[in-house]
């Protein structure tokens, strides 16, 4: 089969042939219709997460149909369309999993960094790390929302937000374009926020109520007229960008990160006790969560803005992801 695969920390895509692998007991072979480029994948690329070993395959937003099942799986069949997320597979056996955490999983297996992914033509993962893709949903759009799309989804509906509550979405990228539109699906008074006027169209169309242009006002301030924020879905991976809106929260108000930075935030304990704030941050889910950001986007018509190319122009394709070139997300198609 062909693939895409990192063959040293820094150094570009190679195009290799490999053998098409066979699932073991408990794991299912996918033939990959789709898989998006996400910019967690320069941990692969740059040889930047702890345990990775080169070379490797990488891809965690991954559509496509079972081709074969091992021996042990159960309720999958050849034709059946899956996808496959960041969470690739968990133990069943430590602490978090017996509570049913599978994403707090100790030995939790990241698809295309603990094993190889979906820049390929088949990848094999373990039962428990797929989702059903309804039909409504495209190979190319459903892939995605396999990674940007339940991280947004299913971090909104683990909030205190209820409907009619106001909701802010600050970025409009990747995560962000999706995090409006399921924050207006969800019932809740949206406000975008992004730095400068260019966004504010496509917010709109995308089901903002309202937007923010962070450069021209004061985030915090234009929070607070509109009443101030229930949750505030951080997307831009900028600390100064969440700083700047935890005084934009309302009474028992949540920032929530979904953006990885690795800069500290600058936050006083005052900021939050009186108002009865918290700042936290949410880790995508996992296949279950996977497949319920699915059938509620089929559901509720959600789609990703995207770009497809063929897997072979791997590099092309992530060069437009990594310099935030892509409007919003990157799809390989093989
Ligand atoms: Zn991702
Ligand atoms: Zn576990």
Same mark, same amino acid.
């Not at 999983?105 to 990241?110: D, F, H, S």
């Not at 993962?125 to 339940?150: H, N, T, V, W």
């Given at each position: 089969?062909?693939?895409?695969?990192?063959?040293?920390?820094?150094?570009?895509?190679?195009? @290799?042939?490999?053998?098409?692998?066979?699932?073991?007991?408990?794991?299912?072979?996918?033939?990959?219709?789709?898989?998006?480029?996400?910019?967690?994948?320069?941990?692969?690329?740059?040889?930047?997460?702890?345990?990775?070993? !080169?070379?490797?395959?990488?891809?965690?937003? @991954?559509?496509?149909?079972?081709?074969?099942?091992?021996?042990?799986?159960?309720?999958?069949?050849?034709?059946?369309?899956?996808?496959?997320?960041?969470?690739?597979?968990?133990?069943?056996?430590?602490?978090?999993?017996?509570?049913?955490?599978?994403?707090?999983?100790?030995?939790?297996?990241?698809?295309?960094?603990?094993?190889?992914?979906?820049?390929?033509?088949?990848?094999?993962?373990? +039962?428990?790390?797929?989702?059903?893709?309804?039909?409504?949903?495209?190979?190319?759009?459903?892939?995605?929302? !396999?990674? &940007?799309?339940?991280?947004?989804?299913?971090?909104?509906?683990?909030?205190?937000? +209820?409907?009619?509550?106001?909701?802010?979405?600050?970025?409009?990228?990747?995560?962000?374009?999706?995090?409006?539109?399921?924050?207006?699906?969800?019932?809740?008074?949206?406000?975008?926020?992004?730095?400068?006027?260019?966004?504010?169209?496509?917010?709109?169309?995308?089901?903002?109520?309202?937007?923010? #242009?962070?450069?021209?006002?004061?985030?915090?301030?234009?929070?607070?007229?509109?009443?101030?924020?229930?949750?505030?879905?951080?997307?831009?991976?900028?600390?100064?960008?969440?700083? &700047? @809106?935890?005084?934009? !929260?309302?009474?028992?108000?949540?920032? @929530?990160?979904?953006? &990885?930075? +690795?800069?500290?935030? +600058?936050?006083?304990?005052?900021?939050?006790?009186?108002?009865?704030?918290?700042?936290?941050?949410?880790?995508?889910?996992?296949?279950?969560?996977?497949?319920?950001? !699915? #059938?509620?986007?089929?559901?509720?018509?959600?789609?990703?803005?995207?770009?497809?190319?063929?897997?072979?122009?791997?590099?092309?394709?992530?060069?437009?992801?990594?310099?935030?070139?892509?409007?919003?997300?990157?799809?390989?198609?093989?």
């Amino acid at each position: 089969m062909k693939a895409m695969q990192i063959q040293e920390a820094g150094g570009d895509f190679q195009a @290799v042939e490999l053998p098409i692998p066979e699932p073991g007991l408990n794991e299912v072979r996918v033939a990959v219709e789709a898989c998006g480029i996400c910019h967690s994948d320069a941990f692969v690329k740059e040889g930047l997460w702890p345990e990775l070993e !080169l070379p490797r395959v990488p891809g965690h937003e @991954v559509a496509g149909r079972v081709d074969a099942v091992g021996d042990a799986v159960v309720g999958y069949e050849p034709g059946d369309r899956v996808g496959v997320g960041w969470h690739g597979g968990h133990c069943f056996h430590c602490e978090a999993c017996r509570d049913g955490d599978f994403i707090a999983c100790e030995n939790a297996t990241v698809c295309g960094i603990s094993y190889d992914g979906g820049y390929a033509e088949y990848l094999v993962a373990p +039962q428990e790390a797929l989702a059903r893709i309804p039909d409504a949903l495209d190979a190319a759009d459903a892939a995605p929302l !396999l990674c &940007a799309g339940i991280t947004t989804y299913n971090a909104l509906r683990n909030t205190g937000a +209820q409907p009619g509550d106001l909701v802010a979405v600050e970025g409009v990228g990747g995560l962000g374009h999706l995090g409006i539109q399921y924050a207006r699906r969800m019932g809740f008074h949206v406000v975008a926020l992004s730095r400068g006027p260019d966004k504010e169209e496509l917010a709109r169309e995308l089901g903002a109520h309202d937007y923010i #242009d962070t450069r021209a006002q004061n985030p915090a301030e234009a929070l607070q007229a509109l009443g101030g924020a229930r949750v505030i879905l951080e997307t831009a991976p900028s600390a100064e960008a969440a700083t &700047a @809106v935890v005084d934009g !929260l309302g009474r028992s108000g949540e920032l @929530v990160l979904v953006g &990885a930075s +690795q800069e500290p935030m +600058q936050v006083s304990a005052m900021q939050l006790i009186m108002a009865r704030r918290s700042i936290s941050g949410w880790p995508s889910g996992d296949a279950s969560d996977s497949q319920d950001t !699915l #059938d509620f986007s089929a559901l509720a018509d959600i789609t990703p803005r995207i770009e497809t190319y063929p897997l072979e122009e791997a590099n092309e394709a992530y060069e437009r992801m990594i310099t935030n070139a892509a409007r919003f997300r990157v799809v390989l198609e093989p």
